[in-house]
């Protein structure tokens, strides 16, 4: 007989921490795996967030490079401006700030990792507490009892019974479809992201980019794409919501690759496209419908990658916990409804994940708006910045007049920065620090201030001899 | 560049997807999502290439972008399909 106290449909990092919490709090436990072992069907997302040192140590020191060679410290990140010329029109290098509170995040701002090192590797945990693992095995249905949720089975019609199932399948979840749910997303909470694999070798990687393992390009002619440096290689890739596209989403990845700058940088490092991958990634403003009577979804399941940037890997290993616990609880009380389950949000909304979709809505906003839109802002956007950071150190003439001659630009672009700066800034700097807008500035007031000010600014200056 | 260099799969699968031609609307959208250009219109028919499952990266735009749900997608087999080495 097929019996569990639980069952975990997927082997990603959220199902494997919810198989490790479950099994270490003493639940009979299994978790299945469609790939032939964990990480196989990976979905490629690579940068793991200092988080999980911070809240997860003893099991985040035990990633070193014995277990996962892959990996290295994207301890800098390069911002690539693209302008829609498709010149890169400058770049920016940053490591941790000042204000970074914790190692290792004062140390890096990612460890990049392929997955199909990480995901078995975290598996190993549920084994080692005890949860049993089944891989080549796709689950296609759920089993109901007298209406209830019973178990799931198999595609060879294999059945496992448990009161509880939690659905870790990824973005698209058949536990998530099969118990109600949903059945698919909505086109503005689901992108797609092509992204291509290149090898490179280690020794021209640290040569050639040192510190500066991770970049992204921002750009008026792509939504911005990000590049993520491993021990021996380097991922490309962009992505977009579903009705975000106008062309086959690889025309624009492709894009990025055929910069001159970015042929250059191949040519430098020598690098080889190796592998070819495309996934859906869930970016919402804020997780729902995440559990019912005896199903709770966790990670990309459940709709759970941080709404400005989409990291998922952190998020669906809290949620796995989180859900784990509460699946605990439910069992010692035999109360599987989802009244009962709803201690699942509590959870969750009280860890650190819970604490970044407080600004959901704002943060999904501005990021939609901004690197999202290439046409509509990043057009107008890109040379602003330039010109703010780039304009000053020019000889082209005396540096008094080239402000004067910088300022007179970016007026230019206030009739599309202000809208912008109201619309999305404002909302989010109003959430962030939990103050009435109006009690911190008058947008109003500012909104006419502003170009007055760029008015105020004097064509021409009066020469020291004549005043 | 070739996707048949840049992928890896393990054969062996059912099929895993499939069209309903009474409920698509021929709106394109899943030929435009498709990264490897596995559906195409012909004669103002929607189908998929006969060999998608030596080409399908299985990251099922092309089901979630179909807003007519013309499409039915699962899955291929358990330990098939494709291998994400590098991923
Ligand atoms: C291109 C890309 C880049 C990303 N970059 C980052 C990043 O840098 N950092 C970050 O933190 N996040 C990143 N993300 C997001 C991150 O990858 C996901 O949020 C994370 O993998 C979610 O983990 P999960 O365990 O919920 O689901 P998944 O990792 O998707 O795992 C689901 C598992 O379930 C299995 N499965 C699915 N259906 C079934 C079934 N029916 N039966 C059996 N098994 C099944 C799958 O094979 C898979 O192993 C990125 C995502 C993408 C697409
Ligand atoms: S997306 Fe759906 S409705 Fe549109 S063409 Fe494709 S199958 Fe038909
Ligand atoms: S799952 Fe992805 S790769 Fe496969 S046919 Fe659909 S869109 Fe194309």
């Known amino acids: ?467 | 560049m070739n996707f048949n260099d840049l992928t890896k799969h393990i054969s062996g699968s059912v099929d895993y997807i499939s069209i309903d031609q009474n409920k698509c609307n021929r709106c394109g959208q899943c030929i435009l999502v498709c990264i490897v250009n596995l559906w195409r219109k012909i004669d103002n028919i929607i189908s998929i290439s006969e060999d998608y499952k030596e080409k399908c990266l299985e990251c099922a735009a092309c089901y979630q972008v179909c807003e007519a749900d013309a499409i039915e997608f699962q899955y291929p087999s358990g330990g098939t399909g494709i291998v994400f080495e590098k991923g």
């Open chain 1, 1 to 467: 007989m097929n019996a569990y106290d639980i069952i975990i449909v997927g082997g990603g990092p959220g199902g494997s921490m919810a198989a490790k919490t479950a099994a270490n709090l003493g639940l009979k436990t299994i978790f299945f795996e469609r790939g032939r072992k964990p990480g196989e069907k990976n979905s490629s997302g690579c940068g793991l967030g200092p988080r999980l040192w911070k809240d997860f140590p003893s099991m985040m020191k035990e990633l070193t490079p014995e277990k996962c060679p892959s990996m290295r410290a994207g301890s800098a990140a390069r911002n690539y401006f693209v302008n829609k010329e498709g010149v890169v029109a400058g770049y920016i290098m940053n490591h941790p700030t000042e204000s970074v509170s914790y190692e290792p995040a004062k140390s890096w701002i990612t460890m990049n990792c392929y997955r199909s090192e990480f995901d078995p590797w975290i598996a190993d945990f549920a084994l080692e507490a005890g949860a049993e693992l089944k891989t080549s095995t796709l689950i296609t249905n759920l089993l109901k009892k007298d209406g209830k949720i019973s178990g799931v089975v198999d595609e060879h019609n294999n059945k496992y019974e448990a009161p509880i199932v939690i659905g870790a399948d990824g973005a698209v979840s058949m536990v998530a479809k099969q118990s109600g749910l949903r059945t698919k997303w909505a086109l503005d909470q689901i992108t797609v992201t092509p992204q291509y694999d290149f090898q490179a070798s280690p020794e021209r990687i640290d040569d050639i980019m040192g510190d500066e393992a991770l970049a992204v390009w921002w750009s008026a002619i792509f939504p911005a794409s990000y590049q993520v440096f491993f021990h021996d290689g380097f991922h490309q890739g962009l992505g977009n919501w579903l009705n975000k596209w106008d062309k086959n989403p690889l025309y624009y990845l492709n894009r990025v690759i055929n910069l001159k700058y970015y042929q250059r940088l191949i040519r430098t490092l020598d690098a080889k496209p190796r592998e070819l991958q495309s996934h859906l990634l869930p970016w919402l403003r804020y997780p729902y419908n995440t559990h019912t009577d005896g199903v709770i979804l966790i990670g990309d399941a459940g709709g759970f990658p941080c709404p400005l940037e989409a990291e998922g890997i952190y998020p669906a290993i809290v949620t796995g916990k989180a859900a784990a616990e509460t699946a605990a609880e439910a069992i010692s009380a035999d109360n599987f409804s989802k009244d009962f389950l709803s201690k699942y949000d509590i959870l969750w909304k009280k860890t650190s994940v819970g604490e970044e979709f407080e600004a959901g809505e704002e943060l999904y906003n501005i990021w939609k708006a901004l690197p999202f839109s290439p046409q509509e802002t990043m057009t107008w956007f890109v040379p602003m910045f330039m010109e703010v950071m780039g304009g000053i150190f020019d000889w082209s003439q005396p540096h008094a007049k080239r402000v004067r001659q910088i300022a007179s630009q970016i007026k230019s672009y206030m009739p599309k920065a202000l809208p912008f700066i109201m619309k999305y800034v404002f909302p989010l700097l109003a959430k962030i620090f939990e103050e009435d807008l109006d009690k911190m500035m008058d947008p109003q007031k500012l909104m006419s201030a502003i170009p007055k000010i760029m008015d105020l600014l004097p064509k021409k200056k009066k020469r020291r001899d004549e005043t």
